[in-house]
């Protein structure tokens, strides 16, 4: 009785742990922060704020290193303070997050007032978010992309679909509500495949005219409406490089901004090593072919500025380590190892 009696206890605490732990904790406050208008507005007294200008983060420069400042509300207050026209400009805040310690985290876009002025006051620049995001250190690069989207999808559903009347911003910037129809609106992301093509001894790589010099990167798209993860990446495959999938398999996900807010999901794809000639869909894509093991791994080495060379030609390079993409090359790369 006592063996049951202890075990009993030892399950008991260890649930009542989980339920109170740090993260429950902190998930909990965030979602009490969405629901209760009073308590977010409270809590943008004591928060801290990532400014952004017409949704470029604000980054400083100390020696060879940028970082993410994030500003007091007792900070805010005094560089608002010298904008007439700033007023209002806290309630423009959105809620991205909080510390372990509750400490909430607030985004701000400061586009209508003067650029320079802020950039002059706060010692740093407003940076456009695709240099931001490799540049500074990877666990501000997430906070930044989600900032950044969720700025974006508010300025962008200021009327309401369905009536054209204003809709409005809860203090959370967790929806939008319009007045006149009751209609709530809630921040999206769209899903998007993106799959590491290989024959079993190489991978496929491909490049779009838009891309720098150089770049190769794993296939991607968008899912269609009606259907699955499967089904977007053997279309995808097919569609832009004319292979046919013969099994495929997930390996992360990831939150990206661009074009706009954006659910990576990342697959390996495997096709015949017998039918793998590339038909490629020159309106997609200005390049597509086959990279061995070797290859692989040299361009794993290179950064955009070391793959120029002195005749004018740029060597392959891949994405760094902030995508996914990385990810699923470094992933083959491990798996050929093996």
């Known amino acids: 009785m006592a063996v049951v009696y202890q075990a009993l206890h030892r399950r008991v605490s260890s649930l ?21 208008d009073s308590l977010c507005r409270q809590a943008q007294a004591s928060g801290t704020f ?45 809620l991205i997050g909080c510390s372990d310690e509750h400490r909430p985290h607030f985004a ?34 997430p906070l930044l992309a989600s900032a950044q989207s969720l700025l974006r999808w508010h300025d962008s559903h200021q009327y309401c679909s369905r009536t054209g009347q204003p809709t409005q911003k809860n203090p959370a910037g967790s929806k939008r509500v319009c007045q006149a129809s009751g209609v709530t609106y809630y921040p999206q992301m769209s899903p998007v495949v993106i799959t590491l093509v290989s024959d079993g001894s190489r991978c496929l790589l491909a490049r779009q005219p838009s891309f720098p010099a150089g770049m190769f990167t794993a296939l991607s798209g968008f899912c269609d409406m009606g259907e699955s993860v499967e089904e977007t990446v053997r279309r995808e495959v097919a569609e832009e490089v004319g292979l046919e999938v013969e099994s495929l398999r997930y390996s992360a996900s990831q939150h990206w901004p661009f074009p706009s807010s954006s659910l990576m999901i990342a697959c390996h794809a495997l096709v015949g090593a017998q039918r793998a000639e590339i038909s490629m869909d020159s309106l997609e894509l200005e390049e597509a072919r086959w990279f061995g093991l070797e290859e692989i791994v040299e361009g794993l080495k290179r950064e955009p500025r070391s793959s120029r060379q002195d005749d004018g030609s740029v060597l392959p390079w891949f994405p760094p380590k902030q995508a996914i993409a990385h990810q699923l090359i470094r992933e083959w790369v491990q798996q050929q190892g093996a």
């Open 16 to 36: 009542v742990c989980r339920l109170h732990s740090t993260y429950v904790r902190k998930m909990r406050y965030l979602n009490r922060l969405k629901e209760d």
């Open 50 to 94: 990532y400014l952004f200008h017409n949704l470029s983060p604000f980054l400083q420069k100390v020696g060879k290193k940028y970082l993410v400042p994030q500003l007091s509300a007792a900070e805010m207050k005094r560089i608002l303070e010298t904008f007439p026209e700033a007023e209002q400009q806290l309630e423009n805040s959105v």
């Open 108 to 141: 701000l876009d400061l586009g209508a007032l003067d650029k320079s002025a802020i950039e002059s006051e706060l010692q740093g620049s407003f940076t456009d978010l695709r240099k931001a995001l490799f540049v500074v250190d990877g666990k501000d690069s």
